[in-house]
Nanobody
Framework: QVQLVESGGGLVQAGGSLRLSCTAS????????MRWFRQAPGKEREFVAH??????????ADSLKGRFTISRDNAKDKDTVYLQMNSLVPEDTAVYYC?????????WGQGTQVTVSS
């Protein structure tokens, strides 16, 4: 079992930045990748970014490239993935979730709300 806890959400004006964090605990040695997703009101959950735990290789949704960057710190007792979000626009308003796919099971955090005001 892996537990994921997100933090860093909040209210920001358009054009601003936020950095989200997601810290993993439990059987973290089973993690091989982590992802960020988001879900806006009335919309389906959508993929944001992915990072491989061992080598840090990453990719993000085409529509977010250049504004959103995923990174990770897998040092001992850290096990944290980050999402740096720049040049935010109101359409980025959503609940942001981190996810760890492990052996066919998706583990999710509780989500953190990001609200971008115009």
């Amino acid at each position: 079992q892996v537990q994921l806890v997100e933090s860093g959400g909040g209210l920001v004006q358009a054009g601003g930045s936020l950095r989200l964090s997601c810290t993993a605990s439990g059987r973290t040695f089973t993690i091989y990748a982590m992802r960020w997703f988001r879900q806006a009101p009335g919309k389906e959950r959508e993929f944001v970014a992915h990072i491989y735990w061992s080598n840090g290789g990453s990719y993000s949704a085409d529509s977010l490239k250049g504004r959103f960057t995923i990174s990770r710190d897998n040092a001992k007792d850290k096990d944290t993935v980050y999402l740096q979000m720049n040049s935010l626009v109101p359409e980025d308003t959503a609940v942001y979730y981190c996810n760890a796919p492990i052996a066919g099971t998706d583990y999710w955090g509780q989500g953190t709300q990001v609200t971008v005001s115009s």
